[in-house]
């Protein structure tokens, strides 16, 4: 693999998409190409990528039955396509996952943050962080306080049946998993703090590769149950088997 030095090397003025491949199929793949090409054009950068680009690299260069992660990366001067291994095991949602909160606060006023960008060092950094400290992932708050996004997650609460998420303006990406749950079910989206954790039945966290976590605790709050997230992982991982 040969990078060419440009903005994305230097300064992270690139953007990406990371993508589940099941036996060579890529889940949700025009909706994560349709924000690629969205983040590129906000960033003037000018290359785009097709499905037929993906499914040819797949082709080339992976077991005709692939499965894992397709990470495609574009900057001004480079086209990236790099594959990996899935890292979310059956073990980790039986589990459920155990979350901290940052003390690096998410910025709701820059572009950057609701873009899958290069320029991602908090994400990376707090990450290593916190899985040093034993945890799975962290969330950040935002610059008002309230909750916005994990580093490679949305968060979502429980409470009653209902299910309640940080807005977009709360300062997040909006996930591929978060837009489909948002489409599919009866979501609320609303600004919340800290000290409103203590109302919640469960939590769980989304993205495009692990689908949807349980959390077992955020910060002191531990949840006794994942009886929604089980329920909504059972039929996201039916419905994508048609994808």
Do not use: W
């Amino acid at each position: 693999m040969t990078i060419t030095a440009d903005n994305g090397y230097f300064f992270g003025v690139g953007v990406f998409e990371t993508i589940k491949v099941i036996k060579g199929r890529c889940i949700f793949l025009p909706q994560h190409l349709g924000r690629l090409a969205a983040s590129a054009a906000f960033f003037s950068l000018e290359d785009t990528i097709n499905e037929k680009d993906v499914y040819q690299y797949l082709k080339a260069y992976c077991p005709p039955n692939f499965s894992g992660a397709l990470k495609i990366t574009l900057s001004a001067r480079n086209r990236v396509f790099s594959t990996r291994e899935n890292p979310y095991k059956p073990q980790h949602y039986e589990k459920g996952f155990s979350l901290t909160f940052s003390e690096v606060r998410r910025n709701e006023t820059s572009p950057f943050t609701y873009h899958k960008t290069l320029n991602c060092g908090d994400n990376i950094r707090e990450k290593n962080i916190s899985a040093e400290q034993g945890f799975d992932e962290v969330i950040f708050l935002n610059t008002q306080g309230e909750i916005a996004e994990g580093a490679v997650s949305n968060i979502f609460f429980v409470k009653n049946g209902g299910i309640f998420t940080p807005p977009v303006t709360a300062g997040l990406l909006n996930g591929i998993i978060r837009q489909y749950l948002l489409s599919n079910y009866q979501i609320t989206e609303t600004a919340m703090t800290m000290g409103a954790l203590s109302k919640f039945d469960e939590c769980f966290i989304t993205n495009s590769l692990m689908g949807i976590m349980p959390v077992r605790s955020l910060g002191e709050k531990t949840f006794s149950h994942f009886n929604t997230a089980k329920q909504l992982k059972k039929e996201y991982d039916e419905a994508i088997k048609s994808l």
